[in-house]
C-alpha cells in the first residue's frame, strides 16, 4: 500500500514542478477574491450510488455523500479558500456520456475536474450479475463476462484519452485533473462458480473472485500509462491518477457467496453500508433496500475513506494552494471594490425530522472580505437570522418545500444573494406523494418488481423472495486456503454434452440393472494421456473413483455403486481438466447382504483407485463435500428468484 501512496504523492509533486512558477493567482476587479471552481464529471461511482442523501435528477443518483463532494467540503475548511462544487455525475455513464454530455458543461475556469469512468463501458452490471447473483450467476457466463471486458479495455483507454486531450483544449494549464480508481469488486477470497453441480473442474469452473479482481487490476494498470503519457506533453492542465484505492479497500470489498462483516461496498439488497469505526473491528452498518442500482457500490464509508484518502495523499493541489496565497495577501479594505459574489450548496432532500446545513463557503468578496451572512431559511423573502460563519443549521420538523437563501455582505457593505431548494419530505425521495409507489420509505428508483404499483421497498410480495439468511458453501481447500463455490443456477438434472471425441462405456451392467452395492466397471476413451480424472455418479455427487488417464487416453476402472442410492436411471460421469464424457446406468434394488465396503480398481489403460462404495465421496478437484448436495438443491429450487445467500448481518432499521 505505501508504494501506491508514494505514487500518488509524486505526482502531486511532479505537477507542481512541471507549473512551477506558473501556479499563481492575482486578486483581480478590485482585489476580488479569487474562487477555487470544482467540477465531479463520472459514473455511479463518483454520483454516489448507494451513499443516500440524493439530490437532482433522481436518474443520476448524485449524493452529497460522494467522496469529490466530501473532498470539496474539507477544501471549504481550508482558510481563504472560497470552494464552489457542481457535480455532472450521472449513474451509468459511459465514456460517451462525458464526452457528449458532461464536459460541455464545464466551464473554462475550472480549477480542478475529478472523476471516476470506465466501468459501464465494460458491463460492470452485466459481470455483477453473472458472476455474483444468485440464479443469475455461471461460471460461463461470468468468464465469458470478464473475457469480454478485457477486451473491450483498450477501446476505455482510448475514449479515456480523448477526454483528457478535450479537458486540456478547454481548461487552463494550471487546473488539474484528477481520476480516481476503482475499489475491486470482490475480495481476495476463491469464490468458485460451476456450471453443473457434478462437475467443478477445469472449464467447467471458473473463480469469479480472482477473475474480476485481475480484470480490475489490469484497467487500473492501462489508467495509471494512460495517465503517465497524457502528462508527458508539455502545457496540458496536470493529471493525476489515484491508483491505490484497491489497496485502500483491501479487505472491505464484498465477499460474493457470503458477506464481508467489514465491507465499505454494499452488496444485494442493501445500501448507505457504514462502519464505524471503519477498520476490522466494528460490523458495517447498513440500510435494507431493493433498489439493483445501489448494489456493489461504495456505501457511506467507502466514500469516505476515499475522500480521507484525497485529503491525506493530495491535500491541497498546486492551485489551491495559489488561489489561496492570493486571497490571503488580497487587501482587508481596497478602495473601488467590486460587489461580491454569494453561493449557496444545494439542493437538498430530506426526511422530515432532518436538518439541513445551508453551506455558503463557496462565496466571495469582490474586494475586503465576506463580514456577515443573512438567512432566508423559510423562503418568505424575510432574512431571519444573521450570522458572521457561513454555514448555518436549519431543523425541519415537518415537510416542506422552500427555496432557502443567503445574501452576503462585504466590508465596504456591498451585497449579494443566492439560493437553493430544500424539499423535506415524509419518506426523504423527492417524489411526490400521490405518485410516490412506496410513500413512507425512500426509493429514488421506484422499482416496481411485480408492476404492482407497491415500491419493491414497501411490499411484503414484490417477487423478490424473503431477504434470509441462506446456506451457502464454504471449505478448507488445500494448504488451509478458503474457498467459496456459487450455487449451479441449472436443474440438478442438466445433463452436459460429452466432449467431442470423449465416450463411456459401461461393462457388467445386468439386464436388470446393477444393484445398490454391486459393481461395474467403467471404461472411457478419447481423453488427453496422463490427465487426472474423476469418476461419478450424478444425483447425488458421489465420488466412485479418482483415475490417471492411460498413455493410449482411455482408462478402465471397476467401481462400486452406492448402497444408498436410489433406484432408477442414473447417470456416471467422467470428467477431467476441461472434458467430460457420461452413460446412463440403471441401479436396481439392493443385493441383500451385499458389501458395502470400498470398490476396486481394476487395471486397463487408466490407472487409479475406487473411491468408497457404501457411503458418500467428495468431488475432490472442487473440494466440495457432498453433504452439501441437499443444500444445493434447496437453493437451486429459488433458481427463478433473486435469493442472496448471507450470514447475518448487522442491520439499520
Known amino acids: 500500500m505505501a508504494s501506491g501512496f508514494r505514487s500518488v504523492a509524486a505526482l502531486v509533486a511532479a505537477a507542481g514542478l512541471v507549473l512551477g512558477g506558473a501556479v499563481t493567482a492575482t486578486a483581480a476587479d478590485g482585489d476580488a477574491q479569487e474562487v477555487y471552481h470544482v467540477v465531479q464529471m463520472g459514473d455511479s461511482y463518483?454520483?454516489?450510488n448507494g451513499a443516500g442523501d440524493y439530490y437532482g435528477d433522481p436518474a443520476a443518483y448524485r449524493s452529497h455523500r460522494s467522496w469529490a463532494n466530501l473532498y470539496a467540503d474539507w477544501l471549504s475548511t481550508q482558510p481563504d479558500l472560497p470552494v464552489q462544487y457542481v457535480s455532472y455525475a450521472h449513474s451509468g455513464a459511459e465514456t460517451s456520456d462525458i464526452?457528449?454530455?458532461?464536459?460541455?458543461?464545464?466551464s473554462p475556469d475550472t480549477d480542478l475536474v475529478m472523476f471516476t469512468i470506465g466501468g459501464n463501458d465494460v458491463g460492470f452490471s452485466t459481470i455483477v450479475e453473472n458472476c455474483f447473483l444468485v440464479a443469475f450467476r455461471s461460471a460461463d457466463g461470468c468468464r465469458s463476462s470478464v473475457d469480454a471486458a478485457q477486451a473491450d479495455l483498450s477501446g476505455v483507454v482510448e475514449a479515456t484519452r480523448k477526454i483528457l486531450d478535450e479537458l486540456a483544449a478547454k481548461l487552463q494549464p494550471d487546473a488539474q485533473i484528477v481520476i480516481l480508481g476503482y475499489p475491486l469488486l470482490a475480495t481476495d477470497t476463491p469464490y468458485i462458480l460451476c456450471d453443473y453441480h457434478v462437475i467443478c473442474w477445469g472449464d467447467y469452473e471458473y473463480d469469479a473472485s480472482a477473475g474480476v479482481r485481475q480484470l480490475g487490476l489490469e484497467a487500473n494498470a492501462l489508467q495509471d500509462t494512460l495517465v503517465a503519457a497524457y502528462n508527458q506533453q508539455p502545457g496540458v492542465p496536470q493529471a493525476i491518477h489515484v491508483t491505490d484505492i484497491h489497496d485502500l479497500f483491501a479487505g472491505h470489498e464484498p465477499a460474493p457467496g457470503d458477506s464481508n462483516l467489514y465491507r465499505w461496498v454494499d452488496e444485494f439488497f442493501e445500501t448507505e453500508t457504514q462502519q464505524v469505526p471503519p477498520g476490522f473491528s466494528a460490523e458495517t452498518d447498513y440500510r435494507d433496500s431493493a433498489d439493483k442500482f445501489t448494489f456493489w457500490h461504495p456505501g457511506i464509508t467507502g466514500h469516505a475513506q476515499e475522500?480521507?484518502?484525497l485529503e491525506s495523499e493530495l491535500g491541497l493541489l498546486p492551485r489551491a494552494k495559489a488561489v489561496?496565497?492570493?486571497?490571503?495577501a488580497a487587501p482587508a479594505d481596497p478602495a473601488g471594490a467590486a460587489a461580491p459574489t454569494a453561493w449557496l450548496a444545494g439542493p437538498y432532500v430530506r426526511p422530515v425530522g432532518a436538518s439541513v446545513v445551508l453551506d455558503a463557503r463557496g462565496s466571495a468578496a469582490g474586494g475586503g472580505r465576506i463580514v456577515s451572512?443573512?438567512?432566508d431559511t423559510d423562503g418568505d423573502g424575510a432574512y431571519d437570522q444573521t450570522t458572521a460563519e457561513p454555514t448555518l443549521t436549519v431543523p425541519f420538523p415537518?415537510?416542506?418545500?422552500?427555496?432557502?437563501?443567503?445574501?452576503?455582505?462585504?466590508?465596504?457593505?456591498?451585497?449579494?444573494?443566492?439560493?437553493t431548494q430544500v424539499l423535506i419530505s415524509v419518506d426523504g425521495d423527492q417524489v411526490p406523494d400521490a405518485a410516490d409507489n412506496c410513500p413512507t420509505v425512500e426509493n429514488v428508483s421506484q422499482s416496481d418488481l411485480d408492476g404492482d404499483g407497491v415500491g419493491d421497498d414497501c411490499d411484503p410480495t414484490s417477487g423478490y423472495p424473503p431477504l434470509q439468511d441462506a446456506p451457502g458453501f464454504s471449505w478448507q481447500a488445500a494448504a488451509g486456503v478458503e474457498q467459496r463455490v456459487g450455487a449451479d443456477p441449472l436443474p440438478l438434472d442438466a445433463v452436459p454434452a460429452d466432449s467431442p471425441g470423449r465416450a463411456v462405456t459401461l461393462v457388467g451392467v445386468p439386464a436388470g440393472g446393477v444393484p445398490a452395492g454391486g459393481q461395474l466397471t467403467v471404461s472411457a476413451a478419447g481423453f488427453a494421456p496422463g490427465d487426472p480424472a474423476q469418476v461419478s455418479i450424478d444425483s447425488e455427487a458421489y465420488l466412485?473413483?479418482?483415475?490417471?488417464?492411460g498413455t493410449d487416453g482411455t482408462l478402465?476402472?471397476?467401481v462400486t455403486v452406492p448402497e444408498g442410492l436410489s433406484a432408477g436411471a442414473h447417470r456416471i460421469y467422467v470428467t477431467a481438466p476441461a472434458t467430460v464424457a457420461s452413460a446412463v446406468v440403471t441401479v436396481a434394488t439392493a443385493v441383500p447382504g451385499s458389501p458395502g465396503g470400498s470398490g476396486s480398481g481394476s487395471g486397463g489403460s487408466g490407472s487409479g483407485s475406487a473411491g468408497p462404495g457404501g457411503g458418500r465421496g467428495a468431488l475432490a478437484a472442487s473440494g466440495i463435500d457432498v453433504s452439501a448436495a441437499p443444500i444445493a438443491a434447496g437453493i437451486l429450487a429459488l433458481g427463478a428468484g433473486l435469493l442472496l445467500a448471507l450470514r447475518a448481518r448487522r442491520r439499520r432499521a
Open 307 to 309: 475522500a480521507a484518502h
Open 324 to 328: 489561496q496565497a492570493a486571497n490571503a
Open 398 to 419: 415537518a415537510a416542506a418545500d422552500v427555496t432557502a437563501s443567503v445574501r452576503v455582505a462585504q466590508t465596504d457593505g456591498q451585497t449579494a444573494t443566492a439560493s
Open 46 to 48: 463518483s454520483a454516489g
Open 544 to 549: 466412485l473413483a479418482d483415475v490417471e488417464i
Open 373 to 375: 451572512y443573512e438567512w
Open 99 to 106: 464526452l457528449e454530455t458532461q464536459l460541455p458543461q464545464v
Open 556 to 558: 478402465s476402472v471397476t
